[in-house]
């Protein structure tokens, strides 16, 4: 038995040892003697207990301890989903897979993870936790759900689930898998200044590596300096990277990614000394929205960020703009030979500026007759990987594409949502990161307007994660940076099926006393979502007012504050001035128009 055995009793070490070899009754996923053990040793020890099963159903090892700190070694194939399925016992009841469990399964391709809620009775399981692997928009996903009964678990048909992902998942591999083409070797490197006020620099290097991996990038090192202030020269000292020098050699790793913009004489310096690739956390976000831009607007943005980005460091770009093939950072519109000059780029982004006039004029156009229509906009916002694809698509009866990556809603997806008060157009936004690219914001003005353009915002946060608080901060940040705070909003407290009763509890207390109006749910098993419904209901029906005003062609500037914090339903230009017809919100301050109501 490969486990952690502090603390435990030798006669359950001997009963886990006991059964590795056993093979579960008539084909069960797993049968009751095993799942009645299983539950036993976890009320003696109080923790949980963890067995790796083969597809012909035999218990191959055993450990004690959480999926996040047992060692349990799977060596099946990178280019197959593995045969072995991970049951684990989840003392206390809760039957709900973590975020901790999907990410094992993801890492060892499994056939199934599956949770054991063990209750503190002596009574038999009956709740149980189970993902399956699935391949969505080729990448590896698990969707956790909750089976009720022994029965219901093991009428599943995990093999068959397993063989047709495998399928997929073998084909996936055969078209990306070419050496050093779609998947660099990586390292990592961040600089703590400790005076920042974003996330924790473990949480921002976390947050780097799934950018990185949401990239095609192969992270194999992650290296931190605390330092006063960034070095100008190289970023962090010449010792440091010296270090990761020798560390890229050892792990084979070509890349190197920077969690913080660089300047074309940091990327040459750095290269310089270690010979790596080296690119910046803006490239990498820019790749990512390359990857996921489908509309004419959203290829048009990108192109123009990354010209932008380009521009600014075209001197000592070095290898950077060398690179014709696909990898980290060469998305979008093709790289350039090294004697691209400036009027050159200057050129395509002036061209581009122009087709990009030309397209956010035509959405303009849309998004007005959108506003006469007098229905009322809802728009998803908040940190990337919060949930809002899942919610959306429970609120609308959508299957926007959902899967555990970075940014993978980037083009606006709009629907309508019935509800008792003839309902509202709902659209998801692409979701906010820290550090978030300034060139991109100002770049992405379309897809953001749709934020502005709301009468209503959902600002959905995951509840499950502890830097959730960080997360809610930038997220606002961005708001304000494009000017669209002052819209009503509501706090979704999102993934609450992750959390425990007496977390639920204080987050309901802590609710009850916010400025902004606050709701928990569970998108994906459907909690809260009515309460949600009721809750956007009663707010729009309160910013439902409707006020006529006559705005003098002299008072140009209140007449654009006012276009921006209402929703125009009627316009048209007189001698005197221009004559309009707006929804207003609770917030609107109206006493400042009041000279000009008619």
């Known amino acids: 038995m490969n486990n952690n055995v502090s603390g435990i009793r030798r006669s359950s070490q001997n009963r886990l040892n006991a059964i590795i070899g056993h093979k579960m009754e008539n084909g069960a996923v797993i049968d009751e003697t095993v799942l009645s053990l299983l539950a036993e040793l976890t009320r003696i020890e109080n923790r949980e207990v963890l067995i790796v099963v083969s597809d012909n159903g035999m218990i191959e090892n055993a450990f004690v301890g959480d999926v996040g700190t047992v060692a349990f070694d799977i060596a099946d194939r990178r280019s197959s989903i593995s045969r072995k399925i991970v049951i684990h016992t989840h003392p206390g009841g809760s039957p709900f897979l973590s975020g901790e469990d999907l990410s094992a399964a993801k890492d060892k391709r499994l056939s199934a993870m599956i949770a054991v809620a063990v209750p503190d009775s002596e009574d038999l399981p009956k709740l149980f936790g189970i993902a399956l692997p699935k391949i969505v928009n080729d990448r590896l996903t698990y969707t956790p759900e909750v089976v009720s009964g022994l029965a219901g678990l093991n009428d599943i048909n995990i093999r068959g689930n397993m063989q047709d992902a495998d399928k997929a998942y073998r ?141 600014s460091r075209l001197k000592g770009l070095g290898q950077v703009l060398s690179r014709t093939g696909g990898g980290i950072g060469t998305r979008g519109p093709g790289e350039k030979k090294l004697e691209t000059d400036r009027r050159h780029i200057r050129k395509q982004i002036d061209e581009l500026n122009k087709q990009l006039s030309r397209a956010e004029k035509t959405h303009a156009e849309g998004a007005k007759r959108r506003k006469k229509s007098q229905i009322p906009r809802v728009s998803l916002i908040g940190y990337t990987n919060a949930g809002k694809s899942t919610l959306f698509n429970v609120l609308t009866a959508a299957d926007a594409v959902i899967a555990d990556d970075l940014f993978v809603t980037l083009d606006t997806t709009t629907r309508q949502v019935k509800t008792d008060s003839n309902g509202f157009v709902l659209s998801d936004t692409v979701g906010f990161i820290e550090k978030l690219p300034h060139d991109l914001v100002a770049a992405f003005k379309t897809t953001l307007s749709e934020a502005l353009d709301a009468d209503l915002l959902l600002h959905v946060i995951d509840a499950s994660q502890p830097e959730s608080g960080k997360y809610t901060a930038i997220t606002e940040q961005v708001l304000s940076e494009i000017g669209a705070i002052h819209i009503p909003r509501i706090l979704v407290l999102n993934k609450t099926d992750l959390l425990g009763p007496e977390e639920i509890k204080r987050l309901e207390q802590k609710a009850g006393h916010q400025d902004i109006p606050t709701v928990l749910i569970a998108a994906s098993t459907g909690y809260g979502i009515d309460t949600l419904l009721s809750r956007i209901d009663e707010i729009l029906h309160e910013s439902g007012e409707i006020i006529s005003l006559l705005m003098p062609y002299s008072e140009s500037k209140r007449l654009a504050e006012l276009k921006d914090q209402t929703m125009i339903i009627d316009e048209t230009y007189e001698d005197s001035g221009v004559r309009l017809t707006v929804r207003i919100n609770k917030n609107f301050p109206k006493y400042r128009f009041v000279d000009w109501l008619v």
């Not at 192969?218 to 000292?237: L, N």
């Not at 969690?259 to 750095?270: H, Y």
């Not at 010979?275 to 607007?297: E, M, Q």
Request: charged share 25%.
């Open 171 to 311: 084909k996936v591999n055969a078209l990306y898998d070419e050496p050093d083409r779609h998947c660099e070797r990586a390292i990592l490197i961040g600089v703590d200044t400790n005076w920042s006020h974003g996330l924790d620099i473990d949480k921002s290097m976390a947050e780097l590596k799934s950018l990185t991996e949401a990239a095609d990038g192969k992270v194999v090192a992650v290296f931190t300096q605390s330092r006063p202030k960034i070095d100008p020269a190289y970023y962090v000292g010449k010792g440091k990277l010296a270090e990761i020098s020798r560390a890229a050699q050892n792990k084979d790793a070509a890349l190197l990614v920077a969690n913080d913009e660089l300047t074309a004489s940091q990327i040459a310096n750095i290269e310089g000394l270690t010979g790596l690739k080296v690119i910046d956390r803006t490239t990498v976000i820019l790749d990512i929205f390359a990857r996921h831009a489908a509309s004419r607007i959203g290829k048009l943005q990108v192109e123009l960020a990354q010209q932008h980005y380009r521009l």
